[in-house]
């Protein structure tokens, strides 16, 4: 029996990673999309991380070149295709919103135009985003409620959501949006609110670093872990008809009180080393997100596992791994 052959862009990305662990668990063929850039041995270290190097192929593309795309979709012949690539830094979006529109929104449809035109009967999966919310319309969010995106990051990621939907519904792709809700692991990027903490906390245990900066610690986010998110996202794919999902805790939780949690694993007080400054404060704030999962539970069955002090305590653990070897300034 053939195995299936999965394609992820966005696969050196935290949950590209932890996707192409699991389905390579599960005996895919699993190839991703990688844009080259000057950080040469640098870029792949998720991977690494994971073990799975060599496990995976690895395809030059940029999801702003149609070209590359159609050649590797070509090449690939995809059972699944996953798109997570994206400019994926809210503060970020701020700071470059016209490249931000281009990858993360229009670059969903040079993949979408791909998997149309050269292989329609491929499953494709669709990384949105809980910042679609933005200024929450209700005090849970489902797959109901009204979108109102308050990033350039936002916008974008929604522009990606409806135009999966406009080309699963004028095309008949088999297309779902998984709306997820903030996800973190070791493998999340320093500067995701999450592991700036747990980096911080790491630094201030071992003596290279005195203080923690932070904008709005009042923001409460319903956080999950990554490993459980992206089993998520195959699971929507084996569904006989494609839809739309949030996947989600449904807990939410300061940034308080996760920077707590994070100081307490290591026997430090937060009171003792956290700043707060005014100048990391975004221009439009999104004060709360609570995801609603119960359509995915009743769908397939998906629940989340790990909890959020089991996932604080494991990126702590982590950052004190990859800081050991460092010495105290």
């Known amino acids: 029996m053939t195995s299936k052959r999965a394609l992820i862009t966005g696969i050196t990305g935290q949950d590209g990673a932890y996707l192409a662990q699991l389905l390579l668990e599960k005996g895919y063929s699993v190839h991703g999309v990688v844009r080259r850039s000057s950080h040469a041995g640098v870029f792949d270290h998720r991977l690494k991380w994971l073990g799975i190097t060599d496990a995976v192929t690895l395809h030059d593309g940029n999801l702003l070149d149609l070209s590359s795309l159609a050649r590797i979709v070509q090449a690939v012949h995809p059972d699944e295709v996953y798109n997570l690539a994206a400019q994926s830094f809210v503060t970020a979006s701020w700071q470059q919103p016209l490249l931000t ?105 071992l003596g290279l670093a005195k203080e923690l900066r932070l904008g709005n610690i009042d923001a409460k986010r319903d956080w999950g872990h990554a490993k459980d998110y992206t089993r998520a996202m195959w699971m929507m794919l084996q569904q006989d008809k494609p839809d739309d999902f949030v996947i989600a805790t449904g807990r939410t939780t300061t940034v308080r009180d996760m920077c707590a949690l994070a100081f307490a694993h290591v026997g430090l007080s937060m ?30 069955g998906w629940k989340a596992e790990i ?23």
């Open 271 to 300: 009171d003792d080393h956290l700043i707060i400054d005014e100048k990391l404060y975004r221009p439009a704030e999104v004060e709360v997100l609570l995801g609603n999962p119960a359509k995915a539970e009743a769908a397939f």
């Open 307 to 329: 909890s959020l002090e089991t996932m604080i305590q494991e990126m702590v653990e982590a950052d004190l791994k990859r800081l050991g070897g460092h010495k105290a300034a």
């Open 101 to 205: 529109g281009q990858i993360t929104g229009l670059g969903a449809v040079n993949l979408l135009e791909c998997v149309r035109t050269l292989k329609p009967d491929a499953r494709y999966y669709q990384a949105s985003s809980s910042e679609m919310f933005g200024l929450i319309q209700e005090q849970v969010q489902s797959e109901a409620t009204p979108f109102y995106p308050r990033s350039p990051y936002g916008v974008a990621k929604l522009y990606a959501h409806w135009m999966t939907i406009n080309y699963r519904e004028s095309f008949k792709l088999h297309a779902s949006n998984g709306i997820l809700f903030n996800h973190e692991s070791p493998l999340r990027g320093v500067e995701f609110v999450t592991r700036k903490v747990t980096d911080g906390v790491a630094r201030i245990k």
